[in-house]
C-alpha cells in the first residue's frame, strides 16, 4: 500500500485581495501487482499435469511416472515441477518439441523426460529457468536430435544428464 500527499495552493483575487487557500489531499494507492500465491498440484496422469502447468505459481508434485501423448506446455510463470524421480515417457514420437518452455521462472526438480523424436524440452524466450537433477534421454536409436534446444532463453542446469541424441547437448 503507498501513501501519496500532495498539497496545492489555490490562490483567488476578489476586489484587490488575494486569497491563497492551501488543501492537501492524501490518497491511498493499492499496489498494483497482485501477489502470486503458490498452490501445490499432486498429479497422476498428463490432463492433470497439463492443467496444473496453466496455472501461475504453481507447484506441482509427479506422484508416479506419466505417459505423454499431446504436446506439453509451459506457458504460465514461475512454475515448480517436483519429478519426484518419475518419467515423462513421450508416446507421440513424429510429433517435435513436445516439452515446450515459455514460461519464466519455470524449476524442474528430480524429472526424467525419453521417448521424444526431436527434442527433450524445447525452451523458447523463457527466463530465469532451473534444471535440477534432470534427465533427457533420446530414442535409443539415437534419432532424436538434442536433449534442450534453448532459444534466446536463460538456463541454470545443475546435475543435467542427455544421452541418445544425434548432435549434442
Same mark, same amino acid.
Given at each position: 500500500e503507498v501513501t501519496t500527499e500532495v498539497t496545492?495552493?489555490?490562490?483567488t483575487e476578489f476586489q484587490d485581495e488575494v486569497i491563497v487557500e492551501t488543501e492537501t489531499v492524501v490518497s491511498e494507492e493499492v499496489n498494483s501487482t497482485p501477489e502470486v500465491k503458490s498452490v501445490e498440484y499432486n498429479v497422476t496422469d498428463e490432463a492433470q499435469l497439463q492443467d496444473?502447468?496453466?496455472?501461475?505459481?504453481?507447484?506441482?508434485?509427479?506422484?508416479?511416472? !506419466?505417459? !505423454?501423448?499431446?504436446? !506439453?506446455?509451459?506457458?504460465?510463470?514461475n512454475v515448480t515441477i517436483n519429478g519426484n524421480d518419475h518419467t515423462l515417457s513421450i508416446i507421440e514420437t513424429n510429433v517435435s518439441n513436445m516439452f515446450m518452455v515459455r514460461g519464466s521462472g519455470l524449476t524442474v526438480n528430480d524429472l526424467t523426460i525419453t521417448g521424444y523424436a526431436s527434442s527433450g524440452m524445447y525452451i523458447y524466450n523463457a527466463k530465469d529457468v532451473s534444471l535440477n537433477n534432470v534427465k533427457l534421454y533420446g530414442k535409443y536409436d539415437k534419432t532424436s536430435l538434442v536433449g534442450i534446444d534453448a532459444d534466446s532463453s536463460e538456463i541454470t542446469m545443475e546435475n543435467v544428464t542427455t544421452r541418445n541424441h544425434k548432435y549434442s547437448a
Open positions: 496545492q495552493e489555490v490562490v496444473a502447468l496453466n496455472k501461475e505459481g504453481a507447484i506441482i508434485n509427479l506422484q508416479n511416472s !506419466i505417459n !505423454i501423448t499431446t504436446k !506439453i506446455y509451459v506457458n504460465a510463470k
